[in-house]
Structure formats: structure tokens, C-alpha cells
């Protein structure tokens, strides 16, 4: 093993140091053909690792081994790939490998954010909203300013000869602000840890994205300009004009396609309609970014309201294979990412290594996670305090020190850090942009192995049972003995899934249940074929008459009892008589007035309600 490495480190010098070395039959390829072949083996590379790192997230999951995660596995493999790519002949395949921070934001990182925006518990999401936000915002402006500073002082000592303005040391320390906790959430997926923690920290990170970027692109505008304390105001108006509006963007995007799906009958075609929404959803992040607003904003709430509003407009095929597409593409991506991340390593011919600068930023990155997560937890536990007190409620604390430890865990950095670096300038740029990947991979390997054994030392509660949607985790299958319908998805049929209950079978429109394959009749010359009992509004694979399928009534979470119509007088009386209180009550009331809103005025606009449930409550799960 040391001999290979001594081989391969001599190859590397040689080549670095021999502009003429010997065998590089891809140093000028011109023939477009020879470009096709030498893309190839470069796709052909990227396809396997992938394959090995999916095969490799089977195997531990079914082993049960927790020890490693599969995305250190995916680094190390990347990395050893890179160095033997480095030290081959030619350049076209490592070129071909490197990281491309366009080919991140355009291609990788869109699918990653759609599928949080659209499989997000909202329930959990809105009620933790108050922490949520202050971590995304208020932690990743402290964070990106405490390492900004680290960085600065560092630099002004001249030690190793740096020469970082305060600008470029804030940009910096935006994009190390930039946290990534897929490997943390997948354990904590797991160890099925509480809710209310999973929440904050998977809140936080897909908020703390599109902060770090805004706060980046904002640092970018005054590049080269000496900064002064009114340009701090200036920076955060621009940053929050940029997110309220990104925010709109996508909010809009989601209603206007669940109006197109309401007043059209483009569900009789579930092709089209699964790709009209798929390309809806990707046009609000690009429509953002060509706005200079924040794409990743967009097409997270995007996604919030594809799933809150258009996904009952949906037939039923389409809500299943959205879903199935969207976690495909988001394990793709995700997977992948960490991949190029280890290839980068070593494909990147131009990055500087700073061996001091680097183990400061990850001394750095921790000062700045502890100034972002312990005194603004603390801040949350006085005002929770303060307000259930003046309300004589009880004072539980709303973040134990075994959760902010575990806040403080989960802020390993990810690959947005490095995606962003790619904009730094500056003389020293290399030396930043080969920082940022260096902790990176440090914080994924280090933070990341070791969330399960940190969990056991805290002592926070796993194997908390949830409860699930039994229509949002509907899982159709086509097996050997005929068609299944497990609403466990992903759970052996018959057991009782994460929710700790047996799931219900889906009611359909009329308010009949879908007929279990065991409750069936005998076959007869009438009977249905498979496809139709899974799918039971068609009535024969023969019938080339495509029918509107409509969603399960009971999958609405809105209590419709008064009609569309008469809803028209209440919502006027609702607005009016909420409005002039609505500044004077506590954070609980106001989003208990904006359910009430949406139950009564959005969701009879927008949804497409079946006529007999507009009268009448939706079935539930369990109901007769």
C-alpha cells in the first residue's frame, strides 16, 4: 500500500514539475469525436461512483451499521478517484470531473431544495417558526461575521502573508456560514429522534442556504470599496428586500399552478401534468436568479406551496410520482455532490494549500457556531419564559442544553460553502476557495461520523414515535401475488409504520374505501385488472377512455363545512374582525388567525373540492 503511494506521489511531482511529460494524448483534443470518448469515460467514472455509493447506503442501512455514514464513504471514494486521475496522463477527464459551481446551482442543488420545500412536516415547520428563523438569520449573520473577523485579524498579522480586505473576509465568512446537515438528518432519520429537534435543525439548514447566499452576493456588491458602518444598513435592506421578494416569487409560482390545475383538465393526461409541474417548479429558480433575486428562496417556498395547496389539484398518479421523482432526483443529487466534493480534492490544479489557514478557519467555524447557537439560545429560552409566565402557562425551557449541544453538532459546513467560493477575488482567492473544500470535508468526516455516539453522550430521546399522513405516505406497488397498496411506505405491510398505527386504506372521492387485494372478489370474467384496482377510476386496461382521477377527499387538511359560496360573506366578516386585533396578539394566535384565513378564504379558492364535499367535513383515517 505504501509502495502505490509512493508511486503515485512521484507520478504527481513529475507530471506538476514536466510541462512535456511523456503520454498525454489529451492535452489539445480538438476531434470532436475524441471529445465524445474522453466525456464519456469521465460520465462513465461519476455513473459507477454514484453506484457505489448507493449500494453502499443499502448495504449499511440494511446492516444496520451506524458507525459510518454513507457520505464519508462517498468522500474518501471520491477522493481516491481524484488522485488517481491526477496522477494519469492528460487533463481532458480531470477537467471534466472538477467541480463546476454552475453545474452545482443549476443542475445538483435545485432538486435538493425542492424536495425539503415539498416533503416538509409544515405542522412542525410553522410551530417552531420563531426558532427557526432566528437561527437562520440571526446565526448566520453572527456566524459568518465571528469567522469574517477570525479570518481578517489572521490575515492583518501577515503570518503567512495574506492580504484579505474586510470585504472578502466576510464573503468568506458567508460561505462558510452555509451549513449541510444531510449526513446529521439521515441519522437522525434513524435513530427516529424527537420531532421538535429534527424540525429546528432541518428548518435551519435550508434557511441557512439561501441567507448564506444572499449574504455572500450582498458582500459581493461592495467588492473593492472601502466598507463603512452605513454600508452594514445598506447590506441588510438589500438582504431582506431580496428575500421577501425571492419568497414571493415562489409563493406566487405555487398558487398560479394550482389555479392552472384546478381550471384545467390536464389530470386526465398524468405525463403531462407531472411535467408541467416539475418545470413550473424549476422555472421560479431560474425566473429568481435571472432577477438577481435568491433562486433557493424561491423554489423552497415554491415547493411549501406546491404541497399545500396545488397537490390536492392533482390526480392521483401525479401526486404519487411528484413525490417518487422528487426524492429520486434530491438522493441523486445529494449523493453525487459529496462525491465531486472528494474528487475535488485533487482535480482542482489551481487551489493553494494554507496548512495554518486552514486549521484556523475550522478553529474559526467552531468559535462561530458557539456565538451563534448558545446565546441565542438563550435568548430564546428568556423570551419563552417571559411570555409563558405573563400567560400562566408552565416554563419548560424551548432549548435544553442537550439540544443546543446538539444544534452546535449538527453545523457541519456543505458543499454551498464551495459552490460560493468559486465567486471569491481577490490575490489570495486559491488559498480561500482550497480552505473552504478542506473544512468541508473535515467538518462532513468529523461532525458527521460521530452525530450517533453524540447522541448516546447528550442523552436525547430516540425512537419517538410520529404520526403519519397515511395519504402522503402512500406507497403503490405492483408485487408478485397482485397489487398492494402499503400506506406504510417503506415498512413491511402490516406492520405499523413510524406512526406507530395501522394505516388506513385511501377513500375516494365518493367517500368509498379503495378495495384492499385481500378483501377482493373472486376473479370473474368482469373483474378489474390489476392496473384498475390500484388505480380504480380506470375500468379496464382496454378502455382507451382516459378518466379524471381525483384525489382522496380525506387527504384535504381543510375543514370545508361551509360551501364555496357562502364562504364568500364569512371571509369578509373573518378578515375585517381579525385585522384590527391582529398586532396585539401573541405568535400562537397570529398563526392560528392565518389557519383560519386559509382554511376559509385561500384553500376554497384554489383547491378544486369535489361538489358532495363542499357540504359536508372530509372523511378521515379510521371514519366510516
Not at 453525487?336 to 489557514?357: A, D, H
Not at 457541519?412 to 467560493?421: D, E, I, K, T
Not at 406512526?499 to 368482469?526: H, M
Not at 384554489?606 to 364535499?613: I, M, S, V
Request: contains cysteine.
Amino acid at each position: 500500500m505504501l509502495s502505490v503511494i509512493e508511486t503515485a506521489a512521484k507520478l504527481l511531482i513529475k507530471r506538476e514539475g514536466d510541462t512535456d511529460f511523456e503520454g498525454a494524448p489529451d492535452d489539445d483534443v480538438n476531434d470532436p469525436s475524441q471529445q465524445e470518448l474522453y466525456s464519456s469515460w469521465a460520465l462513465l467514472i461519476l455513473i459507477l461512483l454514484l453506484i457505489g455509493a448507493l449500494w453502499t447506503s443499502y448495504y449499511l442501512q440494511v446492516r444496520k451499521i451506524q458507525a459510518i455514514h454513507e457520505t464519508v464513504v462517498s468522500i474518501f471514494s471520491g477522493m481516491l478517484i481524484g488522485l488517481i486521475i491526477r496522477t494519469l496522463p492528460g487533463h481532458y477527464i480531470q477537467d471534466a470531473v472538477s467541480f463546476n459551481y454552475t453545474y452545482f446551482f443549476n443542475m445538483l442543488l435545485p432538486p435538493i431544495i425542492l424536495n425539503c420545500g415539498y416533503e416538509l412536516h409544515q405542522a412542525n415547520f410553522f410551530h417552531n417558526i420563531g426558532t427557526i428563523l432566528t437561527f437562520a438569520f440571526a446565526g448566520t449573520f453572527v456566524s459568518a461575521v465571528v469567522l469574517g473577523c477570525i479570518v481578517y485579524i489572521w490575515a492583518f498579522l501577515g503570518l503567512e502573508g495574506l492580504k484579505i480586505p474586510f470585504v472578502t473576509a466576510l464573503g468568506f465568512g458567508a460561505t462558510l456560514s452555509a451549513t449541510d446537515p444531510v449526513t446529521i438528518l439521515s441519522i437522525f432519520n434513524a435513530y427516529k429522534v424527537d420531532p421538535k429537534l429534527y424540525t429546528i435543525i432541518f428548518g435551519e439548514s435550508i434557511l441557512n442556504d439561501a441567507v448564506s447566499i444572499v449574504m455572500f452576493e450582498t458582500t459581493q456588491q461592495f467588492h473593492g470599496d472601502s466598507a463603512t458602518f452605513t454600508d452594514l444598513f445598506n447590506g441588510i435592506g438589500i438582504f431582506l428586500v431580496t428575500f421577501t421578494i425571492s419568497l414571493l416569487i415562489g409563493a406566487i409560482v405555487g398558487v398560479m399552478t394550482a389555479l392552472i390545475l384546478k381550471h384545467s383538465s390536464i389530470r386526465q393526461f398524468q405525463s403531462l401534468e407531472t411535467c408541467i409541474i416539475l418545470l413550473f417548479a424549476y422555472a421560479s429558480y431560474f425566473f429568481s436568479n435571472g432577477c438577481h433575486m435568491s433562486g433557493i428562496v424561491s423554489l423552497l417556498f415554491c415547493g411549501i406551496t406546491l404541497k399545500h395547496y396545488a397537490y390536492f389539484n392533482m390526480s392521483r398518479r401525479t401526486q404519487i410520482a411528484t413525490k417518487l421523482i422528487f426524492q429520486t432526483l434530491a438522493q441523486l443529487s445529494e449523493n453525487f455532490i459529496f462525491i465531486y466534493l472528494g474528487l475535488s480534492m485533487f482535480t482542482e490544479v489551481k487551489l493553494v494549500y494554507k496548512p495554518t489557514l486552514i486549521i484556523v478557519t475550522a478553529l474559526g467555524i467552531c468559535i462561530s457556531r458557539w456565538a451563534a447557537v448558545f446565546p441565542l439560545s438563550k435568548l430564546l429560552n428568556f423570551i419563552h419564559k417571559v411570555r409563558a409566565r405573563a400567560l400562566n402557562r408552565p416554563v419548560p425551557e424551548e432549548l435544553p442544553k442537550e439540544y443546543q449541544m446538539m444544534l452546535f453538532w449538527a453545523g457541519l459546513r456543505g458543499a454551498v460553502g464551495v459552490a460560493l467560493a468559486a465567486g471569491l477575488e481577490g490575490e489570495d482567492s486559491n488559498a480561500l476557495r482550497a480552505t473552504v473544500l478542506v473544512v468541508v470535508v473535515l467538518t462532513v468526516i468529523v461532525f458527521g461520523g460521530t452525530t450517533s455516539r453524540m447522541l448516546e453522550i447528550l442523552g436525547i430521546q430516540t425512537g419517538v414515535e410520529t404520526e403519519v399522513d397515511s395519504d402522503d405516505e402512500l406507497d403503490v406497488e405492483i408485487g408478485r401475488k397482485g397489487p398492494l397498496i402499503n400506506a406504510n411506505y417503506g415498512f413491511p405491510e402490516g406492520s405499523s409504520g413510524q406512526g406507530g398505527r395501522r394505516a388506513t386504506l385511501p377513500r375516494l372521492s365518493d367517500g368509498k374505501a379503495r378495495r384492499s387485494p385481500d378483501t377482493s372478489p373472486k376473479p370473474s370474467s368482469n373483474s378489474l385488472s390489476p392496473e384498475s384496482t390500484v388505480f380504480p377510476h380506470r375500468s379496464s386496461i382496454g378502455d382507451t377512455s382516459v378518466e379524471i382521477e381525483h384525489p382522496p377527499s380525506f387527504s384535504r387538511t381543510t375543514s370545508m363545512e361551509p360551501s364555496v359560496s357562502s364562504n364568500s360573506g364569512g371571509s369578509s366578516s373573518l378578515i375585517s374582525g381579525a385585522l384590527p386585533s391582529l398586532l396585539s396578539r401573541t405568535a400562537e394566535d397570529h398563526v392560528r388567525w392565518f389557519q383560519n384565513f386559509d382554511e376559509h378564504v385561500l384553500k376554497p379558492v384554489l383547491l378544486d373540492a369535489p361538489a358532495e364535499t363542499s357540504s359536508q367535513p372530509p372523511s378521515r383515517p379510521g371514519t366510516p
